[in-house]
C-alpha cells in the first residue's frame, strides 16, 4: 500500500496566507491597525503577507521544490524526535489511517451493546454497602440483621404514626440553617380523652401487628400499656383521661415513654402522641425500591384517617432520616444526569472558544459521551445498582474523560499544515506521550484503591480504571480515526475565519469610513 502521506499533494502543506486560520489572520489584521500610518498601508500589508509566507515555509520545512528541500527536512526532523515519539508520528499514525474504517466499525459494535446495557442500569436496591463483604464489620451487621430478630435491630426502618401534629413551620429559616428545625405547629382538633378515640389507636395497634408491611409483629403502643395498667385494658373513662394519665406518667414504662416522645404532655395538656413499628425494610435501599415502601405506608395512613372519629383522624407518618434520605438519593440520582448533560454542553462551548472550530469541538464531545456511556455501562456489568455512591461518581467521571481528547483537538487546530493527515500526525506526535504518560501515572495510582475495605474507594478504583480505559481509546483511536477520515482541512469549520474575522473587518471598515467623513 502507498504511504498516505505520498497520497496528499505538496502543496496541501503549504500555508498560505489565504489558508490562514482565523487566529493568524486576526493578529495579522491587529498588526496591520496598529501599524499603518497614511497611505502606507498596502505596501505594508504586501511585505506582511510575503514575510508570514516565507515564515509559514519555514515552519513547515516546506520549499518551492517539495521534491529535495521538504523531504530532506523533514527527514531531519524525524531523527530528532524520541522513539516514542517516532512511534506515534510513524507506526501509530500510520496505522489509524490504514484501518480507521475497522476501529469505526468496532466503535459502532461497542456503542450498541453499551447503549444496551445503560438500558438495564437501575436503582440500587440494596443497602449502601460500605466495607466489602469479607470484613468482621459487615460479617457482624449482617448476622445481627439476619439471625437474630429484635424490636431494638436498628438495622431496619422505623416508622412512625404521630397524631397532634399538623405541620412543621419553617418561615424565615433558611435552606442551610439546620440548627434551627422551625417551629410546630399542633393540630387543635386532636383529642384522645374520649373513649371511641382511644380504642381507635388500639385498634390501630392491632392492625398493624397483622400487615405485612410489619416486621415480626413489632409495634411500641404505649396507649396500651396506658390502658393495661390504669384499667385492666379497656379504655379509660372521658372525666378520669387527663388523671389517670398523670398517674402512668409516673411510673417507669410511662416516664421512659415520655422521654421517648411518645407522650407530648405538656402543662397538663397532651399535645401529641406517637407509635412505632418495625418494617421489613433495611436502611439505605435504593430509591426505586423503598419509595413504593413510602407510597404504601401514605396509602394505609389514609386508610386509618378515614375510618377514624374527629379528634384522631389526622395522623402523619414519617420515618425520620429514611424518609428524607430517600428523597436526598432521588435528587442526587437526578442531579447526576443533569450535571452530565451540563457539563457536556459546557465542554462543548468551552472547546469552540478555545479551538475556534466547530467541527474539532462537535468530535470530541462525541468521545467524551462515549466514555461516559461505557463507563455507566461497566457500572451495570459489574451489578451495581444506580445509589449515591454511583450518583457522585458519574459527575466525577466527565472530568477525567475531557482530559485527553482536549489536548488532541487543541493541538489539532494549533497545527500549522493545512491537511487532516499531517495534522493528526503533528498532534500525535506531540502530545500522544503526554497522554500515555499521564494514563499511566492515574492507572498507577488508582491500583492501590483496590487494597482498600471501604466500597466507595472499591469501585472508585473500578470507575477509574475504566474511564482511563475508555479516555485512551476515544482519544488515540476513535478521535484520530475520525479526523483522518472526515477531519476538518485548511479553515474549515473555523469560526475565527468564517464568522469573527469578518465581522471584526466589517467593524473596521466601518470605523475607518466613519473617520474618513468626518476629516472631511
Known amino acids: 500500500m502507498e504511504s498516505p502521506t505520498k497520497l496528499i499533494p505538496d502543496n496541501e502543506c503549504v500555508l498560505t496566507p489565504e ?59 524525524v531523527q530528532e524526535l524520541t522513539s516514542t515519539e517516532k512511534f506515534f508520528h510513524e507506526k501509530w499514525n500510520t ?12 466503535t459502532l459494535v461497542w456503542l450498541a451493546f453499551a447503549i444496551w446495557r445503560v438500558s438495564l442500569f437501575k436503582s440500587a436496591k440494596d443497602p449502601i454497602q460500605r466495607l466489602n463483604e469479607g470484613h468482621e464489620l459487615y460479617k457482624l451487621t449482617q448476622t445481627s440483621r439476619n439471625d437474630f430478630n429484635s424490636a431494638l435491630n436498628t438495622g431496619d426502618i422505623e416508622v412512625y404514626l404521630l397524631w397532634g401534629i399538623e405541620d412543621l413551620d419553617r418561615s424565615g429559616i433558611g435552606r442551610w440553617e439546620v440548627e434551627n428545625l422551625g417551629k410546630l405547629i399542633y393540630d387543635s382538633s386532636f383529642n384522645l380523652a374520649p373513649v371511641a378515640n382511644q380504642q381507635r389507636i388500639l385498634d390501630i395497634c392491632n392492625n398493624l401487628k397483622t400487615r405485612s408491611l410489619v416486621a415480626n409483629q413489632v409495634v411500641t403502643c404505649w396507649v396500651q400499656d396506658f390502658v393495661d395498667a390504669q384499667n385492666g385494658g379497656s379504655p379509660v373513662a372521658e372525666a378520669n383521661f387527663y388523671t389517670e394519665l398523670e398517674t402512668y406518667l409516673t411510673t417507669t414504662t410511662g416516664q421512659n415513654q415520655y422521654n421517648d416522645n411518645m407522650i407530648g404532655y405538656v402543662n397538663g395538656e397532651l399535645l401529641f402522641i406517637k407509635i412505632v413499628a418495625l418494617t421489613t425494610e433495611a436502611r439505605f435501599q435504593g430509591y426505586s425500591f423503598l419509595y413504593p415502601v413510602y407510597e404504601e405506608w401514605e396509602e394505609l395512613k389514609n386508610e386509618y384517617n378515614s375510618a ?3 379528634g384522631v383522624n389526622n395522623a402523619l407518618q414519617t420515618a425520620g432520616y429514611d424518609w428524607a434520605w430517600l428523597v436526598t438519593e432521588r435528587e442526587m440520582n437526578r442531579g447526576a444526569i443533569q450535571g452530565i448533560i451540563i457539563s457536556l454542553a459546557f465542554a462543548l462551548f ?47 467521571i466527565i472530568g477525567f474523560s475531557v482530559d485527553y481528547v482536549v489536548h488532541l483537538a487543541n493541538h489539532y487546530v494549533e497545527c500549522t499544515y493545512n491537511d487532516r493527515y499531517r495534522r493528526m500526525q503533528d498532534a500525535l506526535t506531540g502530545i500522544g506521550v503526554s497522554v500515555v504518560s499521564g494514563a499511566i501515572s492515574t492507572i498507577a495510582s488508582g491500583i492501590f ?40 482541512q485548511n479553515n474549515f469549520g473555523d469560526i475565527g475565519y468564517y464568522i469573527i474575522t469578518p465581522l471584526k473587518n466589517k467593524f473596521k471598515s466601518a470605523c475607518k469610513k466613519s473617520r474618513n467623513e468626518k476629516e472631511d
Not at 457500572?379 to 444506580?386: A, F, K, N, S, T
Request: hydrophobic share 50%.
Open 19 to 77: 489558508k490562514k486560520s482565523g487566529h493568524q489572520i486576526d493578529l495579522l489584521n491587529d498588526s496591520d491597525e496598529e501599524q499603518k500610518e497614511g497611505g502606507i498601508m498596502e505596501n505594508r500589508e504586501a511585505d506582511q503577507n510575503s514575510q508570514s509566507f516565507d515564515n509559514s515555509n519555514n515552519l513547515n520545512h516546506v520549499s518551492k521544490d517539495p521534491q529535495t528541500d521538504d523531504k530532506s527536512l523533514e527527514q531531519d526532523s
Open 95 to 106: 496505522w489509524m489511517f490504514k484501518y480507521k474504517y475497522v476501529f469505526f466499525g468496532i
Open 308 to 310: 377514624s372519629p374527629v
Open 449 to 488: 484503591l483496590f487494597l482498600a475495605v471501604i466500597i466507595f474507594f472499591l469501585k472508585f478504583a473500578v470507575l477509574v480504571l475504566a474511564t482511563i480505559i475508555f479516555s485512551l481509546y476515544c482519544s488515540l483511536v476513535l478521535f484520530t480515526c475520525l479526523n483522518h477520515a472526515i477531519g476538518p
Open 350 to 396: 468551552v472547546l469552540i472558544m478555545s479551538t475556534y472550530n466547530v467541527v474539532i469541538a462537535v468530535y470530541a464531545v462525541m468521545c467524551i459521551a462515549l466514555i461516559v456511556l461505557s463507563v455507566v455501562a461497566v457500572m451495570e456489568m459489574c451489578g451495581w445498582g444506580m445509589g449515591v455512591i454511583e450518583a457522585i461518581a458519574m459527575v466525577m
